[in-house]
T-cell receptor, first 116, second 112 residues
Framework: GAVVSQHPSRVICKSGTSVKIECRSL??????MFWYRQFPKKSLMLMAT?????????EQGVEKDKFLINHASLTLSTLTVTSAHPEDSSFYIC????????????FGPGTRLTVL | EDQVTQSPEALRLQEGESSSLNCSYT??????LFWYRQDPGKGPEFLFT???AGEEKEKERLKATLTKKESFLHITAPKPEDSATYLC?????????????FGAGTRLAVHP
């Protein structure tokens, strides 16, 4: 139980293009989803929190217009990195919390983004 | 400000050599403390949640304990497959129900 998937697992794109990452809860309904960024050998940095049907809440210093988050259903959230630049290259991880266990965040496998 | 500090930063063990990882925390009101395991290039895998001082939880070779200031993850007779980064995170009442504050992690390497 409590399985979260992400797609794609890896993406390489050119500078200036936009990239969309999907996060799905496969066997439970996710009332809240979270997006994190992780740099090599560093811990997770929370970017934003989204509740189904509501606007995302972004952490201080995270650009809302660059990192667009949509949580359209109880099983799907998307992160779109708009006009990506090399400094956006990172490991992006989503997590979900919901009907399986209302206290615990369950994480997806992550998406490695490389911007050339 | 809520804060989580993990030690040591890295730990090398021989197979079968038991040890403990430490997670010290400062929060205005602890709602829960979470342990995760992360393998390279993967997302964190949930291990335990602890809510109150004195609580203990076990899973295979791992046991997590909690006091008012810190948590320990005890690894008994580790095997090479236990090699991973172990992350500790806290959730506080004042920080908002949503937020997990993560420590930097302990990188564990178990050698045969």
């Amino acid at each position: 139980g409590a399985v979260v998937s992400q797609h794609p697992s890896r993406v390489i794109c050119k500078s200036g293009t936009s990239v969309k990452i999907e996060c799905r809860s496969l066997d439970f309904q996710a009332t809240t989803m979270f997006w994190y960024r992780q740099f090599p050998k560093k811990s997770l940095m929370l970017m934003a929190t989204s509740n189904e049907g509501s606007k995302a809440t972004y952490e201080q210093g995270v650009e809302k217009d660059k990192f667009l988050i949509n949580h359209a259903s109880l099983t799907l959230s998307t992160l779109t990195v708009t006009s990506a630049h090399p400094e956006d290259s990172s490991f992006y991880i989503c997590s979900a919390r919901g009907t399986y266990d209302s206290d615990t965040q369950y994480f997806g496998p992550g998406t490695r983004l490389t911007v050339l | 400000e809520d804060q989580v500090t993990q030690s040591p930063e890295a730990l090398r063990l021989q197979e079968g050599e038991s040890s403990s990882l430490n997670c010290s925390y400062t929060v205005s009101g602890l709602r829960g403390l979470f342990w995760y395991r992360q393998d390279p290039g993967k997302g964190p895998e949930f291990l335990f949640t602890l809510y109150s001082a004195g609580e203990e939880k076990e899973k295979e070779r791992l046991k997590a304990t909690l006091t008012k200031k810190e948590s320990f993850l005890h690894i008994t007779a580790p095997k090479p497959e236990d090699s991973a980064t172990y992350l500790c995170a806290v959730q506080s009442f004042s920080g908002g129900y949503n937020k997990l504050i993560f420590g930097a992690g302990t990188r564990l390497a178990v050698h045969p």
